[in-house]
Protein backbone atom coordinates (compact mmCIF):
# COMPACT_ATOMS: atom_id res chain seq x y z
CA UNK A 1 0.00 0.00 0.00
CA UNK A 2 0.98 3.22 -0.27
CA UNK A 3 3.36 4.89 2.74
CA UNK A 4 4.50 7.84 1.82
CA UNK A 5 3.19 10.98 -0.61
CA UNK A 6 4.53 13.91 -1.42
CA UNK A 7 3.45 17.07 -2.87
CA UNK A 8 4.30 20.92 -2.97
CA UNK A 9 6.85 20.69 -5.85
CA UNK A 10 6.34 23.59 -8.80
CA UNK A 11 8.46 25.88 -10.83
CA UNK A 12 9.49 28.89 -8.53
CA UNK A 13 11.80 31.96 -9.37
CA UNK A 14 15.24 32.50 -7.63
CA UNK A 15 14.67 33.98 -3.92
CA UNK A 16 11.24 32.35 -3.99
CA UNK A 17 9.82 29.78 -1.55
CA UNK A 18 8.33 26.81 -2.00
CA UNK A 19 6.65 24.28 1.35
CA UNK A 20 6.64 20.27 0.13
CA UNK A 21 4.70 17.89 2.05
CA UNK A 22 5.01 14.16 2.69
CA UNK A 23 1.79 12.27 4.24
CA UNK A 24 2.77 8.98 5.60
CA UNK A 25 0.73 5.83 6.54
CA UNK A 26 1.14 2.38 7.73
CA UNK A 27 4.33 1.21 8.80
CA UNK A 28 5.90 4.82 7.45
CA UNK A 29 4.32 6.83 9.60
CA UNK A 30 5.67 4.58 12.95
CA UNK A 31 8.88 5.29 11.82
CA UNK A 32 11.54 6.84 14.10
CA UNK A 33 13.34 8.93 11.39
CA UNK A 34 11.74 10.74 8.13
CA UNK A 35 14.13 12.65 5.95
CA UNK A 36 13.98 14.48 2.54
CA UNK A 37 16.50 13.79 -0.56
CA UNK A 38 16.73 15.15 -4.15
CA UNK A 39 18.15 14.04 -7.04
CA UNK A 40 19.32 16.68 -10.03
CA UNK A 41 19.54 15.14 -13.91
CA UNK A 42 22.60 12.99 -14.09
CA UNK A 43 22.84 13.24 -10.13
CA UNK A 44 23.34 10.52 -7.58
CA UNK A 45 20.60 11.04 -4.68
CA UNK A 46 21.74 13.54 -1.91
CA UNK A 47 20.22 14.30 1.39
CA UNK A 48 18.80 17.01 2.46
CA UNK A 49 17.63 17.30 5.80
CA UNK A 50 16.61 14.47 8.46
CA UNK A 51 14.13 14.95 11.34
CA UNK A 52 14.44 12.46 14.34
CA UNK A 53 10.97 12.17 16.27
CA UNK A 54 12.76 10.68 19.06
CA UNK A 55 14.78 13.84 20.12
CA UNK A 56 13.18 16.26 17.38
CA UNK A 57 16.89 16.38 16.18
CA UNK A 58 17.40 17.70 13.26
CA UNK A 59 19.93 17.58 10.29
CA UNK A 60 20.53 19.65 6.93
CA UNK A 61 22.96 19.43 4.49
CA UNK A 62 25.07 22.39 4.50
CA UNK A 63 24.10 23.37 0.98
CA UNK A 64 20.41 24.46 2.68
CA UNK A 65 21.10 25.53 6.00
CA UNK A 66 19.56 28.61 6.88
CA UNK A 67 17.43 28.30 4.33
CA UNK A 68 15.36 25.02 4.57
CA UNK A 69 13.23 23.93 7.70
CA UNK A 70 12.51 20.39 8.49
CA UNK A 71 9.17 20.02 10.61
CA UNK A 72 6.17 17.96 11.00
CA UNK A 73 2.68 17.85 11.98
CA UNK A 74 2.45 14.84 13.94
CA UNK A 75 -1.28 14.80 14.63
CA UNK A 76 -1.36 14.59 10.24
CA UNK A 77 1.41 12.48 10.06
CA UNK A 78 2.58 14.87 7.57
CA UNK A 79 6.74 15.88 7.02
CA UNK A 80 7.23 19.32 6.09
CA UNK A 81 10.02 21.02 4.02
CA UNK A 82 10.38 24.64 3.92
CA UNK A 83 12.49 26.55 1.65
CA UNK A 84 13.10 29.60 1.41
CA UNK A 85 15.54 31.51 -0.76
CA UNK A 86 15.49 29.08 -3.44
CA UNK A 87 18.31 28.78 -5.91
CA UNK A 88 18.68 27.42 -9.48
CA UNK A 89 21.00 24.47 -8.21
CA UNK A 90 18.03 23.50 -5.66
CA UNK A 91 16.02 22.24 -9.08
CA UNK A 92 15.29 18.52 -8.53
CA UNK A 93 13.05 15.48 -7.67
CA UNK A 94 12.93 15.89 -4.07
CA UNK A 95 11.91 12.66 -2.01
CA UNK A 96 10.47 12.21 1.13
CA UNK A 97 11.56 8.93 2.66
CA UNK A 98 10.85 7.31 6.05
CA UNK A 99 13.27 4.05 8.22
CA UNK A 100 15.12 3.24 11.39
CA UNK A 101 18.88 4.32 10.20
CA UNK A 102 21.51 4.73 13.14
CA UNK A 103 23.37 8.33 13.66
CA UNK A 104 25.90 6.95 11.78
CA UNK A 105 23.66 5.83 8.32
CA UNK A 106 20.99 9.28 8.66
CA UNK A 107 22.53 10.57 5.64
CA UNK A 108 22.46 7.52 3.48
CA UNK A 109 19.48 6.69 1.52
CA UNK A 110 20.04 3.33 1.87
CA UNK A 111 19.13 3.39 5.42
CA UNK A 112 15.38 4.07 4.41
CA UNK A 113 13.13 1.55 3.87
CA UNK A 114 10.28 3.96 2.57
CA UNK A 115 9.99 6.37 -0.60
CA UNK A 116 7.68 8.32 -1.90
CA UNK A 117 6.96 8.95 -5.58
CA UNK A 118 9.05 12.48 -5.42
CA UNK A 119 7.89 15.99 -6.56
CA UNK A 120 10.09 17.94 -9.26
CA UNK A 121 11.08 21.24 -7.70
CA UNK A 122 12.42 24.05 -10.36
CA UNK A 123 13.86 27.04 -9.68
CA UNK A 124 14.52 29.28 -12.98
CA UNK A 125 17.38 32.44 -12.52
Known amino acids: QVQLVESGGGLVQAGGSLRLSCVAS????????MAWFRQAPGEERQYVAV????????YYTDSVKGRFTISRDSAANTLYLQMSDLKPEDTAVYYC??????????????????WGQGTQVTVSS
Open 26 to 33: GEASRSPT
Open 51 to 58: VRWSNSRT
Open 97 to 114: AAGSPILSTLTRDSAYNY
